[in-house]
């Protein structure tokens, strides 16, 4: 098999895969009609209804984040996401059948929001993480990317099926059919053969909630990731917000904008699997995917018509899916398999969360100064993005990054050595090697043998 698809050969996480594309296509049918449901519908063309819609989806994350990364630490993550993707099944099709029957107003959708979000943020980390439990971590990264690539393989059909399913029969029975794409997820999880996961190594006492946000403030090199998604994040990366708004700016219909949907996910799809190719996700890619993106939005922010807008969201789609698939896999890959969950959900809280700073700012920015300009600010934010990425690169503190290999036998593989020189050594200031044992650290300077320092807490 091609080095590109080389975690498909395990069973299950082929299985996850498949069951992820059908759900990935659920999400952006639901997605891309309840922005143009709202935009259209619900309201006159408010833009800004649109963004604090999703601002009310992605908020929970931050609000919820000890909970959310404590939760797949904990639990078993497979039972985890059938509990949670059955609740949200409720919803949705809940949300569905109100539409159906013309009961849904403005603020009702905002009520469901919110707590779609409140669901998302738990789901969100524990199927991210659930990948670790399905490939080794030599393939890791390549799952990631592959997860990327099933995303967007729903991109590119979502959208259109959703442009369809608004024409034909209404918002209503899209968000049910988003509902039906939960319960292939949840029987793909069923098919899944529990004896075939990879070990998890399991922390001597239970995981403290708040242990990966103390993890995570002493990487400095997980903190600039964080820093710089949440700025593109916040006004570059949401596509669905701006394209909605555009498409509107440019006169198009629904049709117009499933169709503009699904080609940002062409892109897209080139992104994730060119990130698929590399061995081990390197920041240096994340920068020059953010140069990429950059460049993809001064072309959206000056394009006279929406034909020219469809190109230049053609590059925005591989260029964002290329920044976010290397960052999340190199927050995993480079992250200890004991504070996966609660670091990787600090790090979706940032992702998410900054669409609910954003998405409301850029619905403003629409409606006062036009759609344009929205996107025009994003070509700002990716900028500097991009210049801080570059003075990282160039004068930031060296990371020598610690094998994180998952436990293959009950025990954890931890890392050694850690960051010389960061907070994450205990012996701080850095004073020479170190090493690690069951999950502390040894300082053989200046403390008697045997005596160990803990390197993180769980």
Known sequence: MSAMFRSLRARNYRIWFLAGIVSNVGTWVQSTAMNWFILTELTDGDATAVGIALGLQFAPPLLLLPLTGWLPDRFDRRRLIIVIDSLLLLLVAGMGAITVAGGMTLALMYGLCLVFGILNACDIPARQTFVTDLVRQDDLANAIALNSASYNLGRLGGPAAAGALLVLVGAGWAFVANGVTYLALIVGLLLIRPRELVPRARPPRPPSVWGGVRYLAKRPDLIFVCATIFVVGAFTINIPLTSS???????????????????????????????????????????????????????GALAPDIRWYTVAVVLTGFAVILALATANGYVQSTTHVLVRGRVLAAYMAVLMGSSTVGSPLLGVIADTWGGHWSVAVGAVAAGAATIAGVAWLRWGPRTELPPVNSATAGAPSLPEPLIPGSALEAGSPFTGPSRVVDGEEDDDEGEPTGTRKPVFDT
């Not at 949907?261 to 890619?285: D, Q, T």
Request: cysteine-free; overall charge positive.
């Open 245 to 299: 708004i555009m498409v509107a700016t440019f006169g198009g219909d629904a049709a117009d904008f499933g169709i503009v949907n699904s080609i940002v996910a062409i892109g897209s799809l080139a992104g994730a699997l060119y990130a698929a190719r590399a061995k081990r996700a390197r920041l240096g890619v994340m920068v020059a995917a953010f140069a990429l993106l950059m460049v993809a939005a001064i072309g």
